[in-house]
């Protein structure tokens, strides 16, 4: 187990942000949480789990312990006829993972390529992109309570995976007396079990896909032209967090009743819509954002991206104050533009 003091975390956030832990302690292995919470001080102290830092904004220094998530190891634990089954460690980074995955011969994440963060975060957010959620693959995960330091095991019931939700975002009901499902800031997810189904077929069911399909002329695309289509469109849309300090999308897309939907398209008939299965109707945060002017708009050093409004960057400087502010401009122009709440995806920290 390694402490360290005054860590400066903007290398660890995809913002950019300035801020410091004062302490940090880097988790690599379940021995290391053992030892943790078998040290009375760093036991009681109130925790923060770090992954990748590709989901946060930081308002300022983070006063709780963080545990930066450094596990390791990717291995194949089944290979059957129907599906194969991967594991990987909390630490590792996701789109290698996916990459791994694809050199090992089995497809199935191909479509989630190219989203930032570690393999552990990928359950709390349930990421998804072009057709496909993480719920889609998911098989079970280890995590370590972090008051017992009992490890117990979830499967995709137990996870409650919604869009872009999951049990590890929700605190436990008020009553309970630290009883139930709710694990925000409870747990440490330790190792992912992800099922990737045989025989494997694309999803190609986005028109940026299809397009890139029809382009190459592959009637019968592999997983690595699809992997090779998503990065290249997620490249064309989307600032490089290494480049530009970002958080990938930064606002849920809202769900309305197709009577809702019927009506905003009376007075905006050019609204992106996406019919969804449950019979609810899913908008286009990036165009309700669009329509309201704010592509390329700036709060001090924080601003719009100019090739996707759905996108918040640090232009340079930017603190987590500028973030939020910016972001609550953006939730009360497209409320009043369009009578609908705008939810963020990071957790502002």
């Not at 930081?58 to 291995?75: F, N, P, Q, Y």
């Not at 194969?84 to 089995?106: C, P, R, S, Y």
């Not at 640090?314 to 401009?329: H, I």
Request: charged share 25%; with cysteine.
């Amino acid at each position: 187990m390694i402490v360290e003091q005054n860590v400066a975390l903007a290398p660890h956030n995809s913002f950019g942000i300035v801020a410091k832990a004062r302490e940090l302690v880097r988790v690599r292995s379940e021995a290391d949480v053992v030892q943790l919470l078998a040290d009375p001080r760093l036991a009681a102290s109130p925790k923060f789990v770090l992954g990748g830092g590709s989901n946060i904004v930081l308002t300022g220094d983070v006063r709780s312990l963080v545990l930066k998530v450094e596990i390791a190891g990717r291995r194949v634990i089944e290979d059957g006829p129907r599906a194969a089954v991967i594991e990987a460690g909390a630490g590792e980074n996701w789109h290698e993972l996916v990459d791994w995955t694809l050199a090992q011969g089995f497809g199935g994440l191909e479509n989630l390529a190219l989203i930032p963060g570690t393999v552990g975060a990928a359950p709390v957010q349930n990421i998804g992109a072009y057709g496909v959620e993480l719920q889609d693959r998911f098989e079970s995960l280890d995590a370590v309570d972090l008051r017992s330091g009992r490890v117990f095991t979830l499967d995709a019931r137990q996870c409650a995976f919604g869009y872009r939700d999951s049990v590890f975002k929700h605190a436990a009901p008020q009553g309970e007396a630290g009883r139930g499902m709710g694990l925000a800031g409870r747990a440490l997810i330790l190792r992912v079990r992800l099922r990737l189904p045989k025989p494997w077929r694309p999803e190609l069911g986005y028109m940026d896909l299809e397009r890139k399909r029809a382009e190459a002329g592959a009637e019968r695309p592999t997983a690595r032209q699809v992997f090779d289509w998503v990065c290249a469109i997620r490249r064309a849309k989307l600032p490089d967090p290494r480049v530009l300090g970002n958080a990938g999308s930064f606002f849920k897309n809202p769900t309305v009743t197709p009577e809702q939907c019927t009506d905003i398209i009376a007075r905006e008939p050019g609204i992106v819509h996406y019919p969804m299965p449950d019979g609810s109707v899913k908008l286009a945060a990036g165009w309700l954002i669009d329509a309201c002017g704010w592509k390329g708009k700036s709060v001090g050093n924080a601003g719009v991206y100019e090739k996707q409004a759905l996108v918040l960057v640090n232009r340079g400087g930017a603190t987590g104050g500028e973030v939020v502010t910016l972001a609550r401009a953006i939730q009360t122009s497209v409320y009043e533009r369009f009578g609908i709440r705008l939810e963020p995806e990071p957790v502002v920290v």
